[in-house]
């Protein structure tokens, strides 16, 4: 009679749900049923692949709590082996659909021009605060699908869903447009819930119930949100004093407001977030008002919108994505608006990226492009209540 | 005049006439706009909490308020009289400001007296205090099976608590003066 195969023996190192990854002699293994098997017990794994607690070290006994300089908890060390499961997932999603990684330069002439966005100087350059004017004269040269996977920076960020260095999760297709974006974040962003829970049913973040992330997301175009969350009644194409006067209508306090965005989003914060944070699934605010365009380009037909998608899943502000601008004379001219507004703000000016501007002269294919935070996107998939728990180290750990 | 970016736990700032207490805050940042501080401010004379989004570059007004240790000297009918220990001010608190907290209130129990404007607004007492049992019915061992395991008792400095039954008059035990709840008896 044939013996059966002996337990392996071995450390639990991360744990999801109901299923725990344990290192063996022989190989890292992945079984289930773990009872409340926690990473770095010791675990005998039987031929069912179950688990079976066998030794579990108190926690002033655990290796590496003692080290000064690498004490991590059992749960933030488990939530690193969750994020790189969550990088695998989404490497192997882009080399499926046919896109190119490249390594963005993190040290650039000139960062990003946008008005509420501080970049850190280094040396004579500065720290890039998105790899997108890379990554669209790489879309001028050729390279249709492209993806950045890797660090941003942004000056004065720091808190609960915020460091000043953060994963980026870039994406570009060229011959495109916004739809096949979204319908990317949404693949995208269910695939990396299965490879780290096993389901699209994610755990909610702060008390709230679970978020399924399987698409179709719900779709609000930006101004309905605002009319049915905020109260503030709006058609496009307000004035920001009209504006001024639809938050007093709806009994929000400007507290001192008097730029069009700034009136925007002190509504939107108050009201609209929290509204969005409640729903039990992703939502695409789409639509949005042309004095938020940013890069992206005028929606056809209705000229006071353009093609922008933002995602809000779970509380978090997790991805923005644009149909993009491709006129390189309108983009002159938003970056010099940036710049006069950066300007009256008393704000740094950082130079234009002349080059970005010559590659869109030349032409470059219409294009979609989506930009999702990825360690917002680890948050979402394990129920993390802050960014720190799913980063190795943040800022004030350094 | 406070910046938004000086808000911090237990910053004491004045809203709409009020003083409030920051009690917890979140860095929130909408990606194409201005960053916003969300802030849970507690209302230091009425206890109550509201939720602020304040937006980066707003100024917020600080309130003058004050924490200061202070004994319990003695009682005037619904009055408190306090002492400062280092300066020998003294100050005259009403039940109306104490609440609950006048039934703690034994000889020389240190609180912390909050003042708005030189005015006392708040009394904060130790969250523990030992007292001595005044006045309790002996706890018979039948009762247990009614379901009654505690029973009242008066402690020396006024208020009533329950006990378990095995507490005897003249006994000290500790009490929780946030809850109210019987902690512990206390070997003498």
């Not at chain 2, 008792?153 to 500790?174: C, M, T």
Request: charged fraction near 30%.
């Amino acid at each position: 009679m044939a013996s059966e195969d002996p337990p392996l023996r071995g450390r639990v190192l991360w744990r999801a749900e109901d299923r725990i990854g344990v290192r063996t002699q022989a190989a890292d293994v992945e079984v289930g049923r773990p009872g409340d098997a926690r990473p770095g017990d010791l675990v005998r794994v039987p031929p069912a692949r179950e688990a079976q607690v066998v030794h579990r070290y108190p926690d002033d006994e655990f290796p590496g709590r003692r080290s000064e300089v690498a004490r991590l908890s059992r749960e933030r060390l488990s939530m690193l082996w969750a994020r790189s499961r969550a990088a695998r997932a989404v490497r192997e999603a882009f080399e499926e659909w046919g896109f190119v990684e490249i390594d963005a330069p993190r040290l650039v002439t000139t960062p990003g021009l946008e008005v509420h966005i501080d970049a850190i100087t280094a040396g004579e350059g500065y720290l890039a605060t998105s790899p997108e004017p890379q990554m669209k004269r790489l879309l001028a040269a050729g390279l249709e699908r492209v993806y950045a996977l890797g660090p941003c920076f942004r000056g004065g960020e720091s808190g609960d869903f915020h460091n000043p260095e953060f994963s980026m999760l870039e994406w570009y297709r060229g011959w495109s447009d916004l739809e096949a974006i979204i319908a990317d974040t949404e693949a995208l962003v269910s695939r990396v819930a299965v490879a780290v829970t096993g389901t699209t049913r994610v755990p909610g973040r702060r008390k709230q119930g679970e978020i399924d992330v399987a698409p179709p997301w719900e779709r609000i175009p930006v101004l309905e949100a605002m009319t049915a969350y905020a109260g503030v009644a709006l058609r496009g194409g307000e004035s920001a004093e009209e504006l001024a006067r639809a938050l007093d209508a709806a009994g929000i306090d400007p507290r001192g407001a008097t730029a069009w965005d700034d009136l925007f989003y002190t509504a939107f914060v108050d009201r609209v977030e929290p509204a969005l944070a409640r729903k039990p699934h992703p939502v695409l605010l789409i639509d949005w008002p042309a004095e938020l365009a940013a890069l992206a380009r005028k929606k056809p037909g209705a000229p006071h919108l353009v093609e922008r998608a933002e995602v809000y899943a779970g509380g978090l502000e997790l991805a923005n994505g644009f149909g993009e601008l491709t006129d390189a004379a309108e983009q002159r001219a938003r970056f010099e608006a940036d710049q006069r507004s950066r300007a009256a703000r008393g704000l740094p000016v950082y130079p234009i990226d002349e080059r970005l501007l010559a590659a869109l002269e030349e032409g470059i294919p219409p294009a979609g492009g989506m930009a999702l935070g990825f360690d917002r996107l680890v948050m979402l998939v394990t129920g993390a209540e802050r960014l720190r728990d799913v980063a190795a180290f943040v800022w004030d750990e350094l | 005049m406070y910046d938004s970016s000086d808000i911090r736990k237990n910053l004491k700032v004045l809203m709409d006439g009020q003083p409030y207490t920051v009690v917890d805050f979140q860095f929130i940042k909408p990606g194409k706009g201005a960053a916003f501080t969300r802030t849970k401010l507690k209302n230091l004379l009425t206890g109550g909490i509201v939720e602020k989004n304040i937006r980066s570059g707003e100024k917020l007004e600080p309130a003058n308020v004050e924490e200061r240790d202070m004994q319990y000297l003695y009682s005037d009918g619904d009055d408190h009289v306090f002492m400062d220990a280092t300066t020998y001010d003294q100050v005259s608190i009403s039940n109306d400001i104490l609440g609950g907290g006048a039934g703690y209130l034994k000889d020389s129990l240190t609180c912390t007296v909050l003042f708005f404007n030189d005015r006392a607004v708040g009394v904060t007492l130790p969250n523990f205090v030992e007292v001595e049992v005044a006045e309790t019915e002996p706890g018979a061992r039948g009762d247990t099976t009614a379901g009654n395991v505690t029973k009242p008792a008066k402690i020396e400095s006024g208020a009533e608590v329950q006990v378990p039954l095995f507490v005897n008059q003249g006994e000290r035990i500790k009490v929780d003066t946030r809850t109210g709840h019987y902690v512990e008896r206390v070997k003498s």
